[in-house]
Nanobody, 117 residues
Framework: QVQLVESGGDSVQPGGSLRLSCAAS????????MGWYRQAPGKPRELVAQ???????NYADFVKGRFTISRDNAKNTVYLQMNSLKPDDTAVYYC???????????WGQGTQVTVSS
């Protein structure tokens, strides 16, 4: 089993920045890809960014150039640096980790990001 704990969500003004963190514990050796998803009220959960254990990254088009995902394998932690935040970025952000063998998805409890003036 893998446990994921997110932190860093907050309320910011448009144009502001936030850094989300997600710490994994438990059977972390089983993890391959990690990433961030988000879900706004009334909308489905959507991919924001992913990073493999080797450091390859993938971003949703709506965050390219504004968000950066990174990973510290020694600390079993993944980060999401979010710059130039927009009101449309308001959502609950969820950390995700994928078991390298079974492809089972683990999820964190979510952290709220609110962008508003």
């Amino acid at each position: 089993q893998v446990q994921l704990v997110e932190s860093g969500g907050d309320s910011v003004q448009p144009g502001g920045s936030l850094r989300l963190s997600c710490a994994a514990s438990g059977s972390t050796v089983s993890i391959n890809d990690m990433g961030w998803y988000r879900q706004a009220p009334g909308k489905p959960r959507e991919l924001v960014a992913q990073i493999t254990s080797g450091g390859y990254t993938n971003y949703a088009d709506f965050v390219k150039g504004r968000f950066t995902i990174s990973r510290d394998n020694a600390k079993n932690t993944v980060y999401l640096q979010m710059n130039s935040l927009k009101p449309d970025d308001t959502a609950v952000y969820y950390c995700n980790a994928v078991n390298r063998r079974t492809l089972y998805n683990y999820w964190g409890q979510g952290t709220q990001v609110t962008v508003s003036s």
